[in-house]
């Protein structure tokens, strides 16, 4: 009697085992997102006149799947609203604003903002957003965690605040012509951007791609990337692997795309038009530093 008790126990241990492994999903490479179509979710800087819309990261579906990215969606406040004041001790994070003006309080300053300013907030440091202003303010909010292998200085008396008017364009090596660049903020160890004070968010930048141009199919071992489509129409390159093997994907004003490490990513524009891309960049840390 034991033995077959024992026979039966076996059989329902594998058979939940093989019907977990037929269940479990292989994680995507990379994901796409359609923001309009986004809804409203919980976020730690959400309050009743603070509204986020999660693309990827925190509030998202698939946020276990990020390494670096804790958060990357889009903030609108109301007229006269304010999100919740927020500090993350392990976490840097890039304020981009998109559409209207307002202010953004650091520790007990207040600094004005207004369209296409953008911010670098160092961790540990407690800030919101404030909308005085008669008309809505959309702020694309992007954090990153870093990892403990990392030693972290003290925050800055102020925040770093440029507007993407003040970046000049110019060519990237290894990108071709017809794809310009405007290096926004990156390591706290470069030179080459406006705002150089990150840890491990290496590259936040716009591209301006001329009719037909493009930033060729490329891939990054070991980083995290994210292309928002800020204006126009093209193909989007998603795929894996070394050897370039490619998906190309209709994409247009409103699309944002996350590629995982080592993933192929790029974008063809349209012949007739120009298309601007706001994209970002973080190092994904080593595997002893994610735990």
């Known amino acids: 009697m034991a033995k077959t008790e024992g026979r039966l126990l076996l059989c329902v241990i594998l058979l939940t085992l093989g019907l977990w492994?037929?269940?479990r999903k292989t994680d995507p490479t990379w994901l796409h997102r359609y923001v309009p179509e986004l809804a409203e979710t919980e976020s730690s800087l959400s309050s009743d006149t603070c509204h986020y819309r999660a693309m990827f990261g925190e509030g998202d579906k698939d946020g276990h799947i990020f390494q670096t990215v804790t958060?990357?969606?889009?903030v609108t406040l109301d007229t006269n609203g304010q999100c919740r004041i927020v500090s993350y001790e392990r976490e840097e994070e890039i304020y981009f604003v998109l559409?209207?003006?307002?202010?953004?309080?650091?520790?007990d300053q207040t600094l004005a903002l207004r369209r296409h300013d953008f911010t670098y907030l160092a961790p540990g440091t407690k800030h919101s957003l404030h909308n005085p202003s008669g008309q809505s303010l959309r702020v694309l909010v992007m954090g990153f965690k870093i990892p403990p292998s990392?030693?972290?200085?003290s925050p800055p008396p102020k925040p770093a605040l440029a507007n993407l008017e003040d970046a000049k364009e110019e060519t990237v090596s290894g990108h071709p012509n017809s794809v310009l660049y405007k290096l926004l903020a990156g390591l706290g160890s470069g030179k080459r951007d406006l705002i150089d004070q990150a840890y491990v968010m290496?590259?936040?930048?716009?591209?301006d791609f001329a009719p037909g141009g493009t930033?060729?199919?490329?891939h990054h071992e070991s980083a995290e990337e994210i292309y928002l489509v800020i204006d126009g129409q093209g193909e989007m390159v998603a795929g894996g692997g070394m050897d370039g093997i490619?998906?190309?994907?209709?994409?247009?004003?409103?699309?944002?795309?996350y590629f995982r490490p080592n993933c192929t990513v790029g974008f063809y524009n349209q012949p007739g038009a120009k298309s601007y891309i706001l994209a970002v960049r973080a190092r994904v840390p080593?595997?002893?530093?994610?735990?």
């Open 21 to 23: 492994a037929q269940e």
């Open 71 to 74: 958060r990357f969606g889009e």
């Open 99 to 107: 559409e209207g003006a307002g202010n953004l309080r650091y520790g």
């Open 150 to 153: 990392i030693a972290i200085s």
């Open 202 to 207: 290496d590259s936040f930048f716009w591209m």
């Open 215 to 218: 930033n060729w199919p490329h």
């Open 246 to 257: 490619e998906g190309r994907h209709p994409a247009k004003t409103g699309d944002a795309y």
């Open 286 to 291: 080593l595997h002893e530093d994610a735990e």
